[in-house]
């Protein structure tokens, strides 16, 4: 099946989800003056040593070598996340489409944890030699990418299944917040579940029990909360989704809402794991915008969304 929640045969109350220098300069000096009145003084001549370059720039490969000693996966970690900081930083600055960087060391990222997620000795020895602040969220992310694998179920090699860009990171957010603000339901959270259903509307196939959209509504829910709006449309999706929280608990009470959303604890923890990431360091947001589309099969494991 492909990797996000799974539904169940019967889901309650009608609802069910779909289951990231310095240039040397030399200059050269007078010769002293001479003694006698016809010596002349030389003018400075420019240096024939190259001038150094800047340092390039690192950036894993789209299927770079996930690192299994502790010790190697740790560095790997320490570099991939500052770097990926900073890339972040500079695209929020400057806007519009996700560069390079951004989307290769949020994958390689991605392909990290979920490689921690099924390394569990390794990965905690590897976590042993973070920083506090980064162990803390290698292990939140990894915890909720095993979570979400135990639901997923593997499909056939051969399965299809139709994949699109997302929209804009800063125009899902702006619906986000929106949402918040009409229904009380925080951004993070709603975030979290879209991005733990579709990959932030990358998925286009309904789930296998007939769950449709962005946010994976059954087609009876959307009709009772849907607020008369287009299942498809992100917009319209993500309001629905903040509408069916709300009534079903949200904000005071999170773990029943997203349990009612998906009757699963192990999807309720990735959630809440995911949403409190964003809520630490909003970057997260759109790190995980950047992760990308990856189901099981019954040959492996296979990537298709991403470079």
Known sequence: MEERPQHPRRPRRG??????????AAACGSPPAARTPVAQTQAPQPS????????????????????????ALATALKRTSAA???????????????????????????RIYRYTARHAKVASRAFARLPAALAASSKDNTSAIRELLA??????????????????????????????????????????????ETKFGRVKSASHAGAQGPMQFMP??????????????????IMGAANYLKATGAP????????????????????QLHARQ????????????????????????????GP
Not at 16 to 21: D, E, I, N, T, Y
Not at 167 to 179: M, Q, V, Y
Not at 224 to 229: K, M, S, V
Not at 278 to 305: C, M, S
């Open 278 to 305: 964003i809520k630490r360091d909003p970057r997260n947001y759109y790190v995980y915008y950047n992760w990308q589309v990856f189901v099981l099969t019954t040959a492996g494991e296979r990537r298709l969304t």
């Open 84 to 110: 990926l900081n900073d890339a972040v930083d500079a695209w929020k600055e400057e806007g519009g489409e996700p560069p390079e960087d951004v989307v290769l060391l949020s994958l390689y990222q991605q």
């Open 48 to 71: 024939s040593a190259p001038a150094e370059q800047p340092p390039e720039r690192w950036l894993p490969a789209a299927d770079e070598k996930i690192p299994e000693s502790p010790a």
């Open 252 to 271: 005071r009470n999170y773990q029943r809402a997203l349990h009612a959303y998906n009757p699963s604890q192990a999807y309720v923890n990735a959630i």
């Open 151 to 196: 639901l997923a179920r593997p499909i056939k090699p051969s399965a299809t299944f139709k994949v699109q860009p997302p929209r804009p990171a800063a125009e899902l957010l702006g619906h986000f917040k929106k949402a918040e603000r009409r229904f009380g339901v925080e951004w993070e959270v709603l975030a979290a579940v879209m991005f733990a």
């Open 220 to 237: 009876a829910t959307w009709k009772a909360y849907g607020l008369g709006g287009d299942i498809q449309d992100p917009r319209d999706a």
């Open 15 to 24: 609802h069910a989800l779909a289951a990231a220098a310095l240039i040397g």
